[in-house]
């Protein structure tokens, strides 16, 4: 079974730092592109970042480019979501989430079959 598990998010003031991380397991990891999306209550979920695990190209949503790096690490099966220069406004539930190597570069979370559980974070002060 494909299992994504998300991890890493928590407080923190503005202008700070987190990283989360997306580990997966039950597929072929090089196989798939992996997205991260977040979602606020009542909005639709935003994708802002993905990369290609096959071939590492990567996209940005302009609300975090700048700001957020993904990179990812094959001989661990977990991607990475370095995110700097956090604003209010990136407070959210975030998740990760799995598709085949034909989706990278897509934001679309309809186009993604199999997401982990979210993890929140809070940016305020």
């Known amino acids: 079974d494909v299992q994504l598990q998300a991890s890493g998010g928590g407080l923190v003031r503005p202008g700070g730092s987190l990283t989360l991380s997306c580990t997966a397991s039950g597929f072929d990891f090089v196989d798939y592109a992996i997205g991260w999306f977040r979602q606020v209550p009542g909005q639709s979920r935003e994708g802002i970042s993905g990369?290609?695990?096959?071939?590492?190209?990567?996209y940005y949503s302009n609300s975090v480019k700048g700001r957020f790096t993904i990179s990812s690490d094959s001989a661990k099966n977990t991607v990475y979501l370095q995110m700097n220069n956090l604003e209010p406004e990136d407070t959210a539930i975030y998740y990760c989430?799995?598709?085949?190597?034909?989706?990278?570069?897509?934001?679309?979370?309809?186009?993604?079959?199999?997401w982990g559980r979210g993890t929140q974070v809070t940016v305020s002060s």
């Open positions: 989430a799995a598709a085949g190597a034909d989706k990278a570069g897509n934001s679309d979370y309809w186009e993604y079959p199999y």
């Open positions: 990369i290609g695990l096959r071939d590492g190209d990567t």
